[in-house]
């Protein structure tokens, strides 16, 4: 009778491990879409993403908040323009130089303020030009499920016993819960983000009417440096993912593979933790506040 159960055993491993090896496939092709969907994601321009949604903060950041902008813009010249005359001694010490500075100055801040939009949309080209030549490099990179990466992980089943097995399809049950988790995290960020561009890009004239004064300009600097870290967050989220893909890969050259699936499930929240945390990384690399 021994080989009868022999046979029956071998029956429910190879039924196991073909069960392992369908979800592991699944996982893996899961990770690589989340990997290929968030390089198309941030590499997307504002009006790209959608159009429908830039249209309307454009049309209301031109209609609405460009009238507050010029209004801004000319207390500040005007400002500035009575404190170059107080400073000189109510003009006994004027030079003509200063007024021709000023004239200047101003002429700069009305351009700046009427190619605004041209501005915000330069630094997202710049951060897209980032993000699309590491797009091809990151997704290559961490691509897995490959034949090679799928026998290795067949041949490490095949040692299991019946026992193991069983556990380790309960234990990756609980990885796909986290890749459900992880891609709603996602989701949440990649989205946030993009409000947060059209949020950020309403405002645009606002803070870049006061660029030109000394005073003031500290407002119009930050505003650029906010809008560097908002549209560089975006390869900091897909540096995060590929990181995450390379570590599960990391399961098929685990020696303990039951460890090594709840590493993935720790490395999961942990890359759920840092995605929340890639626009206060980027904002404080680029020392915006």
Request: aromatic letters at 12%; glycine letters at 8%; one cysteine or more.
């Amino acid at each position: 009778m021994s080989w009868l159960t022999d046979g029956i055993a071998n029956w429910f491993r190879e039924i196991l491990i073909e069960a392992i090896m369908t979800i592991f496939a699944g996982i893996f092709n899961d990770v690589n879409e989340q990997v290929n969907d968030i390089a198309v994601q941030v590499g997307q321009s504002p009006q790209g993403w959608n159009a429908g949604i830039f249209n309307m903060v454009r049309t209301l950041s031109e209609t609405v908040v460009l009238p507050i902008a010029g209004f801004v813009l000319t207390f500040i010249m005007c400002y500035e323009l009575i404190n170059m005359v107080i400073e000189r001694n109510n003009m006994a010490e004027f030079e003509t130089f200063n007024l021709f500075k000023w004239i200047f100055k101003t002429i700069v801040a009305v351009l700046i303020l009427t190619n605004t939009f041209t501005i915000v949309m330069g630094v997202f080209e710049i951060a897209q030009g980032v993000v699309n030549a590491s797009a091809g490099f990151v997704t290559d990179a961490v691509e897995l499920g490959n034949p090679t990466m799928m026998a290795t992980l067949h041949e490490q089943l095949e040692e299991m016993t019946a026992g193991g097995l069983i556990g380790l399809y309960f234990e990756i049950q609980i990885v796909k819960i986290c890749l459900w988790i992880m891609v709603i995290v996602i989701f949440v960020v990649v989205w946030g983000r993009m409000i947060e561009v059209y949020i950020t890009i309403s405002l645009a004239p606002i803070p870049l009417a006061t660029i030109v004064n000394r005073e003031w300009g500290q407002t119009g600097n930050n505003y650029l440096k906010a809008l560097f870290a908002i549209s560089f967050q975006g390869f900091l989220i897909m540096v995060c993912v590929a990181i995450y893909a390379v570590l599960v890969a990391g399961i098929v050259e685990a020696d303990n593979i039951h460890s090594a699936i709840w590493r993935v499930a720790g490395y999961t929240a942990l890359l759920c933790f840092i995605l929340l945390k890639t626009g206060g990384i980027s904002k404080s690399l680029f020392t915006a506040h």
